[in-house]
């Protein structure tokens, strides 16, 4: 379920006294009901049916009154509690005394906002904080001096035709390993360079490399530079991978030593790359996309330097601009926040502050969030939901009727091997040796990107941290980690209308019931299938249990391809780009109705049913709950961009899709053949 970018703009200073800060505090976010029992009744609109329309049924009112914050390309529950977070994380931030030991997180954490909100110095400063990086890049004297650039530049600003990462090894999941996959482009996907849909969005990307390198003052003809950047980056989206073909783990997975590699895609050393960027320590390298690899290689040895170097100076550039002067701002929202996503308006510079420093020291504010905010309680309830989650698809795999004996048992133990992690880490990152100065905002940056990449560094080779979260505790998300066959959810999450401890249950089974379930069936969806129990990348199914589990996939995917959006007739989901997490959903549905029904007997007693609330059985508030959790707005903008890039369908989908292949909800709702959403029993999608 899961991009960060920071941009700018003009607000007073902050006065240097805690006093002051606290008169600017917002009030600490408070949980709120959805409604008398977790559910919004005033968000319905019973005029319509059920199965014509259940999103308009359930949040049709909400959608008539409901609107998208200017300072936001979307709008919905996810936003509206990563809103009350970031309320949160400010009021942690704006509480803190000027008189924090010196050296501490906590005195950290306040020279970092102090820094992003000292708009005097940094208007002052203007461009010059770029200089001294624009200078390197100018120095370059040939392709060998630029190879060697760009692996020093992994730790600072910058863009690389090869990106490399340190994570755990999908085939020895106890170690970390270096992996390099396709980079380079600057637009959000490959097709934005190559469909003439997004030629617009090609063209306007033209002009603003224009003003960026004019802004910068880089030399030469900022017109002929941007055309050669766009002809170049053209060149290099024609050699990527889609984000589809991408998502085969199978197929992403490469080891080569380097000298391999090096052999593989001649034209760019790779072993001078590697030992610039500190990474020549690695005997193995997981190359993503292979057959990309030597085409880059071979751009890059056909690209003039000229032209390698004003690409890198834009890319630097672009980077840095959201913690430049407000001219660099303002540039860099009106083209990435106002044109490619529809926002109107940018986010006040407090909240990008709140953001730059979550960026910076995430787990020291995860730790101060998490003390004010999660309640104990919160963590033992949603243990308890996770065991009967489980218990549920435990069930579903043991009475599947399609699937083998030999592969159940596989199945079984997987999921008896799965970790669950809970609202914080066990243990915190230690930031002692991150430098921070209250009127350094550029610095501050770039020490942090050193600072971690650093960190990043110390993995390599070494056993995996099983104890480490790939989420801070105030984030609004949850994820799935393949390789540590393991399930997390942050704080944050656990929240209405996701989660209410005192709600009545069916709403919380199906909100972040559904959320648990989703997160589970991952382990199972089209990629997360292929890792065993302990993380493995390796076939475990026998070939008759995976051509039937492809067919139900496939067919799934063509029901998602076939949802039309009215604004945006000729735009439309991209079945092997969302599948995962469109198999997740339909798990999630059915997992947290499952484990309703089994929370209801061991507190009723077997076959009694639950109490009517508002006229509404438990099997239907299920429902509610579920699609109550995925009511949202998006600009169009912004949506064909989610629709192109994103892994996830739109919410409009989700809060109604997965439904249509679950028996029980045609039962709950009496939805009937004629009904538009109704699909005939051998046309549902029935895999976990």
């Known amino acids: 379920m899961t991009s960060r970018r920071l941009a700018l703009a003009a607000l007073a200073i902050l006065a240097a006294t805690s006093a002051t800060l606290a008169q600017t505090t917002p009030p600490a976010p408070q949980m709120h009901r959805m409604g008398p029992w977790g559910f919004d009744l005033t968000g319905m609109d019973t005029s319509i049916k059920p199965g014509d329309d259940f999103t308009a049924y359930v ?8 609107t998208i914050p200017a300072d936001r390309s979307s709008y919905g529950a996810f936003v509206e509690l990563r809103e009350g977070s970031e309320k949160a ?3 942690i931030l704006e509480g803190l005394s000027q008189a924090e030991p010196a050296g501490s997180d906590r005195a950290k954490l306040t020279s970092l906002l102090k820094s992003f909100m000292n708009t005097a110095e940094i208007e002052k400063r203007d461009a010059a904080p770029l200089q001294p990086v624009l200078a390197s890049i100018k120095a370059i004297k040939d392709k060998a001096e630029f190879i060697t650039w760009l692996g020093k530049a992994q730790s600072s600003y910058g863009i690389n035709l090869f990106g490399a990462g340190i994570s755990a090894d999908a085939k020895n999941p106890d170690y970390y390993t270096l992996g390099m996959r396709q980079s380079g482009l600057g637009l959000p996907d490959r097709d934005y360079y190559l469909t003439e849909k997004f030629a617009k969005q090609k063209a306007a990307y033209q002009a603003y490399i224009v003003k960026m390198l004019g802004m910068s003052g880089w030399e030469g003809d900022p017109e002929k530079a941007a055309a050669d950047i766009v002809a170049f980056e053209t060149k290099i989206a024609e050699a990527h991978w889609t984000r589809a ?8 997975y490469n080891a080569m030593t380097p000298d391999e590699l090096a052999a593989f895609a001649p034209g760019f050393d790779f072993k001078s790359f590697l ?3 500190s990474l020549d320590k690695s005997p193995k390298i997981i190359v993503g996309q292979k057959s990309a690899f030597p085409k880059l290689a071979e751009i890059f040895a056909a690209t003039d330097l000229e032209t390698l170097k004003a690409w890198e100076a834009y890319h630097v550039t672009d980077e840095a601009s959201p913690l430049l002067s407000q001219r660099f701002v303002d540039a860099n929202f009106e083209f990435k926040g106002k044109f490619l996503t529809g926002q109107p308006q940018i986010r006040d510079r407090i909240k990008r502050g709140v953001g730059f420093v979550e960026g910076s020291m995430g787990e020291a504010v995860g730790r101060e969030y998490v003390a004010q905010y999660f309640p104990p309680e919160s963590k033992a309830k949603m243990e308890a939901l996770v065991a009967d989650i489980t218990a549920a698809l435990h069930n579903r795999i043991q009475h599947l009727e399609w699937m083998t004996p030999a592969t159940k048992e596989k199945a079984l133990a997987k999921l008896g091997k799965f970790h669950v992690k809970i609202g914080y880490p066990v243990k915190w990152r230690d930031y002692t040796a991150l430098e921070v100065a209250p009127d350094d905002l550029i610095g501050n940056a770039l020490r942090s990107r050193k ?5 990043e560094l110390s993995k390599l080779g070494q056993k995996v941290d099983k104890d480490e979260w790939g989420m801070t505790p105030q984030t609004v998300n949850a994820y799935y980690s393949s390789t540590q066959n393991e399930i997390v959810f942050p704080a944050a999450i656990l929240q209405p209308p996701f989660f209410d401890p005192d709600a009545d249950p069916a709403i919380n089974y199906g909100g972040i019931g559904g959320v648990i379930g989703h997160e589970i069936t991952h382990g199972f969806d089209d990629q997360g299938r292929k890792s065993d129990g302990d993380g493995v990348l390796t076939d475990w199914w026998s070939l008759e249990d995976s051509q039937k589990f492809e067919v139900q996939a496939f067919k799934l995917g063509t029901q998602y391809e076939s949802y039309q959006f009215k604004t945006l007739p000729n735009s439309r989901i991209i079945a092997k780009l969302t599948m995962g997490e469109n198999i997740a959903d339909l798990g999630g549905a059915l997992l947290g109705l499952d484990a309703y029904h089994t929370f209801l007997a061991r507190t009723l007693g077997a076959g009694k049913e639950a109490p009517v609330l508002d006229g509404f059985t438990g099997d239907q ?3 509610l709950g579920w699609t109550q959790v995925w009511r949202s707005l998006a600009r169009d903008a912004a949506l064909q961009q989610q629709l192109q890039t994103d892994s996830h369908s739109p919410g409009t989908i989700r809060s109604y899709a997965p439904l249509r292949n679950v028996d029980a909800w045609y039962k709950a709702f009496n939805v009937q053949p004629g009904d ?4 005939a029993p051998e046309d549902r999608v029935h895999i976990w």
């Open 676 to 679: 538009k959403l109704y699909l």
């Open 451 to 455: 600072f971690q990449y650093a960190y």
């Open 275 to 277: 030992a610039a960027a």
């Open 245 to 252: 073909q991408s998502r085969d783990r199978d197929k992403t």
């Open 621 to 623: 508030r299920v429902f």
């Open 89 to 91: 994380v400010r009021a």
């Open 59 to 66: 949040s049709g009112g909400w959608l008539k009154t409901a």
